[in-house]
């Protein structure tokens, strides 16, 4: 293998790590810089665990929009799907809740989905994530509670 070639070989893994590294990051306060990513269209993602920490990442795309599901995929956060007659509906963000039998459980815990266009406070989202679909610059929040949980805090890149 010429040099040039085991450089590219050794270098690839490193610049796709740092690449990757660009584009999310998680924190414990709901505060912090915007991410960034390397394209010219971007959202945000993010997401309020129960403990009240907040983990933040972004998604790039090229199109006019982004499907939500879509969005959560390239944001790097964990999280499960289950189907039902309505869409889809995401049972577990971030390995939480650690194991669950049904999505939505009666007096338990659930993932309260909002959409935020740039400005403004969040919105609750009227359908599921499969049918949203999210612009540059808007923001897809996540919020772990029951009852009728309280929105996430407003994305970082937000002042």
Not at 78 to 91: K, L, M, N, R
Not at 94 to 122: I, N, R, V
């Amino acid at each position: 293998m010429r040099s040039s070639q085991l450089a590219s070989a050794i270098l690839a893994p490193v610049f796709a790590a740092a690449l990757l590294a660009g584009c999310g990051s998680s924190s414990g306060t709901s505060g912090g810089t915007g991410n960034q990513c390397g394209s010219s269209h971007r959202v945000e993602v993010v997401v309020e665990l129960a403990s009240k920490k907040v983990v933040d990442s972004c998604a790039s795309f090229s199109a006019a929009e982004i499907p939500a599901e879509t969005a959560m995929k390239r944001s790097g956060i964990e999280f499960a799907i289950q189907h039902f007659s309505f869409g889809d509906a995401i049972c577990q963000i971030d390995h939480e809740p650690k194991s669950y039998s049904t999505c939505f459980a009666s007096g338990q815990p659930y993932w309260a989905l909002f959409t935020w266009s740039g400005k403004g406070p969040w919105k609750a989202a009227q359908v599921g994530v499969s049918d949203i679909k999210l612009g540059n610059g808007d923001a897809l929040g996540w919020h772990f509670g029951t009852g009728t949980p309280g929105a996430p805090p407003r994305p970082p890149k937000a002042s």
